[in-house]
T-cell receptor, first 112, second 116 residues
Framework: EDQVTQSPEALRLQEGESSSLNCSYT??????LFWYRQDPGKGPEFLFT???AGEEKEKERLKATLTKKESFLHITAPKPEDSATYLC?????????????FGQGTTLQVKP | EAGVAQSPRYKIIEKRQSVAFWCNPI?????LYWYQQILGQGPKLLIQ????????DSQLPKDRFSAERLKGVDSTLKIQPAKLEDSAVYLC??????????????FGPGTRLLVL
């Protein structure tokens, strides 16, 4: 069964304290792995797509990496405005639709 | 470019009542998705449309949920009758036409449903 697990469930950081969020996945083939950011009361906002092991993408203080079993979202010198829930999702290779399977998310709080 | 629009933003109903949600995707996007997000969980796909045809509705509780996408643009999702466990955020997303797999999905703000 296709499955996505994110850890930790919650993370508190001081401003400037770098850390990483983990997304472990079990899927029959991988078409793509997606990272989204979700603020309270809003819909998920697209951040990155990764397609193959070894791929990396960066955006401001965020960097996403991908291996054959997991993805990491590295946050360098975070600011309070980076506080949000970060969602990881995979598109199984077994499906020819655009179906995304989401993890439960990691809620990040950055304190000034 | 306008994003995905959804209405209403909030809805409170009593169990056994019916409710409908509306979604207008990004202009020109052929694929439309409805997801259910229960508090503390990630979104779960309910139904996917390609233009006005259903591509995947395997996780839609068809005894109470229905959805349509007339003319391949706007879509409505209906729940009848609602149960307490239907309390959730209902998210609509859309993606461009073309290769469905690997396409980025863009989400609307969601409709927050509370069933009492």
């Amino acid at each position: 069964e296709d499955q996505v697990t994110q850890s930790p469930e919650a993370l508190r950081l001081q401003e400037g304290e770098s850390s990483s969020l983990n997304c472990s996945y079990t899927v029959s083939g991988l078409r793509g792995l997606f990272w989204y950011r979700q603020d309270p009361g809003k819909g998920p906002e697209f951040l990155f797509t990764l397609y193959s092991a070894g791929e990396e993408k960066e955006k401001e203080r965020l960097k996403a990496t991908l291996t054959k079993k997991e993805s990491f979202l590295h946050i360098t010198a975070p600011k309070p405005e980076d506080s949000a829930t970060y969602l990881c999702a995979v598109q199984p290779g077994s499906s020819n639709t655009g179906k995304l399977i989401f993890g439960q998310g990691t809620t990040l709080q950055v304190k000034p | 470019e306008a994003g995905v629009a959804q209405s209403p933003r909030y809805k409170i109903i009593e169990k056994r009542q019916s409710v409908a949600f509306w979604c207008n995707p990004i202009s020109g996007h052929a694929t439309l998705y409805w997801y259910q997000q229960i508090l503390g969980q990630g979104p779960k796909l309910l139904i996917q449309f390609q233009n006005n045809g259903v591509v995947d509705d395997s996780q839609l509780p068809k005894d109470r949920f229905s959805a349509e996408r007339l003319k391949g643009v706007d879509s409505t999702l209906k729940i009848q009758p609602a149960k307490l466990e239907d309390s959730a955020v209902y998210l609509c997303a859309s993606s461009p036409a073309g290769e469905i797999s690997q396409e980025t999905q863009y989400f609307g703000p969601g409709t927050r449903l509370l069933v009492l």
